[in-house]
């Protein structure tokens, strides 16, 4: 499971699929344990991610670690990062970090507007930090080939079956948590944003009903077990694969490789 600790984010990546480029703010820690604490009562995820946005731009960021490991005490907690903000990693989020033992996933994201030694340097840097203080690490070197060098969000009308068939998502099972409800996948809910900003016109997107905590036990395990295409998977990526570049500007290590899942 995973939810947003910050909606906004200091890049720009084309077509974020957290819909960053066009929201901003910050999940407050009372609404954080508001929203969360009603799902760790009924489900026990192995990882919970704390995302973006970028997680890193959080003002409480310690506290917010350190109720997460409260709630989620069971669960393998993780940040996923764009790793370009170094100094937020102050010795505060470090020892909250190593005491919570809160691993940090760093997403490089290979887009042309993006390269040059700033970006470089600050991702090399917020490793390097991170395996100083012997914090758990994963960098991935990834992106959608689709979305490189497109920034217009188009409908790929694709047959939703087999949009669900080779979704990556799904493969990964994460749910993530918006407003206190639970969605099967970031994009369900991403699209519904983007229809309301006006930046999509697929109205269709807006039928899908995500699970609220007040659900019954027999509806959580029907949608959990749910094998089914929903009605925003028709929009979404088919045959446009992760890509895995080939970069030796950035120290991806032996043991976390560039496609290995969270451990």
């Known amino acids: 499971m995973e939810i947003d600790i910050v909606s906004g984010c200091n890049l720009k990546c084309p077509q974020c699929t957290y819909v960053s480029n066009y929201r901003k ?58 790793g370009t903000l170094p100094h937020r990693l102050t010795p505060e989020v470090l020892t909250a970090m190593k005491e919570n033992d809160v691993g ?20 090399k840097e917020t490793i390097r930090i991170l395996r100083e203080a012997s914090l758990r690490i994963d960098v991935r070197n990834t992106a959608w080939q689709k979305f490189i060098d497109d920034e217009t969000w188009q409908p790929c009308n694709n047959d939703p079956a087999e949009a669900h ?45 995500p699970l ?18 929903c009605v925003s998977c028709r929009y979404c990526m088919v045959n446009y694969p992760v890509m895995y570049p080939q970069s030796g500007d950035f120290p991806v290590s032996d043991e976390c490789g560039r496609t290995k899942c969270i451990p």
């Not at 994201?109 to 993006?114: C, D, E, N, Q, S």
């Not at 639970?182 to 999509?200: E, N």
């Not at 027999?218 to 094998?227: D, G, I, M, R």
Request: charged content about 20%.
């Open 165 to 209: 068939r080779q979704c990556v998502i799904r493969e990964t099972r994460i749910h993530p948590i918006y407003d206190g409800n639970l969605y099967k996948c970031v994009l369900s809910h991403s699209y519904q944003i983007l229809y309301q900003l006006g930046m999509i016109d697929w109205s269709d997107v807006m039928n899908y009903q």
């Open 104 to 123: 940090t996933i760093v997403s490089i994201k290979p887009y042309k507007a993006m390269f040059g030694k700033d970006y470089t340097d600050k991702v």
């Open 212 to 229: 609220p905590p007040n659900c019954t036990d027999k509806e959580l395990k029907t949608f959990l077990a749910n094998e089914q295409p």
């Open 25 to 82: 703010g910050y999940l407050s820690v009372n609404d954080f344990i508001a929203q969360c604490e009603p799902w760790a009562r009924r489900i026990h995820p192995y990882v919970f991610l704390l995302v973006g946005g970028e997680p890193f731009l959080h003002p409480q960021l310690a506290t917010m670690i350190r109720e997460a490991k409260r709630i989620w005490h069971d669960s393998n907690l993780w940040f996923y990062t764009n």
